[in-house]
């Protein structure tokens, strides 16, 4: 039997997200604001300000148009969304910050990550996958540089204290494999990396741990027997030195964030959406860090879990 590859751990999930925006349109039609509109308002002007910064500093160009290029993204996927469930219009007021330049960047950021995590819980599945997906966005872009973050800790992956529901387990059984698989990653590259990414490995590898034993108790307190990590996984390009070793493990943090959007695009449980949502964030965060190493750009990914990533 061959090894499986990272994208044979993630074809069940990504066929079963497909049809999750066919579902979304079904939802019947509301007479309240979009709560979709301010986010993408808000990374409009997020944007627009990036952009001054990026004209007006030479020295924080790069970072700046990078910061500008995601939060567009993250406007026009919004918009998208808020276009097509066509709810009465309102004027979202957006927050501005009291600092300019670089610094008034990283209070822009904090303030879209927190507006975007407070709605995941509440919002219809495929909507709360789109929303975590931006809230990952401005988490991984907290860790470019030293001047936008580090932004807050997502907070430690625990299992949920009841039962998840049935429809949660195939999602979660593939947020399981991911782990597995992420975990014989940081195995592998640990005989490429050169001392000082010795902690960063150990991190990486202890907070996948935790995600793995958080899966297989949900499962085993559903009645599900857990899958199990595979003997080998193919990496998606050959592991030869020290890049290649931070690109695998960059494209690891990636798929895990692909499973557990996942996850919360395929469940209500509010409680199994808040674990989905800090496994998220913190492959969002740790998979920057990994890219940058590498030297692959750009540098963080504008919205984790999505099928180009």
């Known amino acids: 039997m061959r090894p499986r590859t990272r994208r044979d751990v993630l074809r069940a999930s990504a066929l079963a997200a497909l049809a999750v925006p066919l579902a979304a349109c079904a939802t019947g039609y509301s007479d309240d604001p979009d709560p979709l509109a301010l986010l993408a308002e808000q990374a409009r002007a997020d944007a627009a300000a990036a952009d001054a910064v990026a004209a007006s500093s030479s020295a924080d160009a790069d970072v700046a148009r990078q910061y500008s290029a995601a939060r567009t993204a993250h406007a026009q996927a919004l918009q998208s969304e808020v276009d097509r469930l066509n709810r009465p219009k309102s004027q979202p007021a957006v927050v501005v ?37 931006v809230a990952g966005g401005c988490a991984g872009l907290q860790q470019v540089g030293t001047k936008l973050g580090p932004g807050a800790e997502p907070g430690a992956v625990t299992a949920t204290a009841s039962a998840i529901p049935p429809e949660s387990v195939g999602p979660v059984q593939q947020a399981l494999s991911a782990e597995h698989a992420a975990l014989w990653i940081y195995g592998l590259v ?60 960059a494209t690891a943090e990636a798929d895990a964030a692909t499973a557990w959007r996942g ?30 190493a590498a030297g692959e750009q750009p540098t963080a990914i504008v919205l984790p879990g999505s099928a180009q990533s």
Not at 111 to 117: H, I, L, P, S
Not at 214 to 228: F, Q
Not at 268 to 280: C, E, H, Q, S
């Open 97 to 133: 910050p009291t600092e300019q330049g670089m610094a008034g960047l990283k209070q822009r950021l904090a303030t879209a990550r927190q507006q975007a995590e407070s709605l995941v819980g509440g919002l219809p599945r495929y909507r709360a996958g789109l929303v975590a997906a």
């Open 190 to 249: 640990s005989a490429f990396l050169p001392g000082n990414y010795t902690a960063g490995v150990a991190e990486g590898t202890a907070e996948h741990q935790d995600r793995r034993d958080a899966c297989v108790r949900m499962l085993t307190a559903a009645g599900v027997e857990p899958g199990v990590a595979e003997p080998a996984y193919i990496p998606p390009q050959p592991v030869t030195d020290a890049t290649s070793a931070k690109a695998v493990v």
């Open 263 to 292: 996850v919360l695009e395929q469940t209500d449980d509010a409680a199994l959406r808040d674990v989905a949502l800090k496994a998220l964030l913190a492959s969002a965060r740790r998979g920057t860090r990994w890219r940058e």
